[in-house]
């Protein structure tokens, strides 16, 4: 994996922007845009997955860094729940949704391969109590 220097360098917080700008830009339209309790929570839900990426990379460790990416995927999931709501009350049409959700998708893909590599890279290289991390 190409050494990380700054945030902007990481995938999978490039995509976590992405969908974060298109959830924005979908929430400002249409029906959605006069459901405030829905508008709100899907920009939150969104803005938490790009947060928590950049937080997470912000920690001293990758076993932090990993936690963070956890409830980054989460809270993609919890934007894909969202859409699910907006298809059903008729404020997305059914491609709409399907882009927006594939994009969810990747960023949760990306979210959850950069997880897995930081738990791999943990588990050879530290030492202690209790050997390799389990249960993270």
Known sequence: MA????????????????????IYKKCA??????????TDQLRRAAVSS?????????????????????????SVVEVQSLLYVALDVRYLDEQEFQRLNRLADET???????????RGRSAKTESGVGGPESGV
């Open 50 to 74: 790009m947060s928590n990426v950049a937080e997470g990379f912000g920690r001293k460790s990758d076993r932090d860094f990993a936690r963070f990416l956890d409830v980054a995927r989460g």
């Open 108 to 118: 949760a893909s990306l979210i959850g391969g950069l997880t897995s590599y930081l």
């Open 3 to 22: 050494t990380i220097r700054r945030v902007e360098d990481i995938q999978a917080w490039r995509k976590a922007r992405e969908l974060v700008r298109e």
């Open 29 to 38: 339209e249409g029906a959605l845009r006069k459901d405030f309790g829905l």
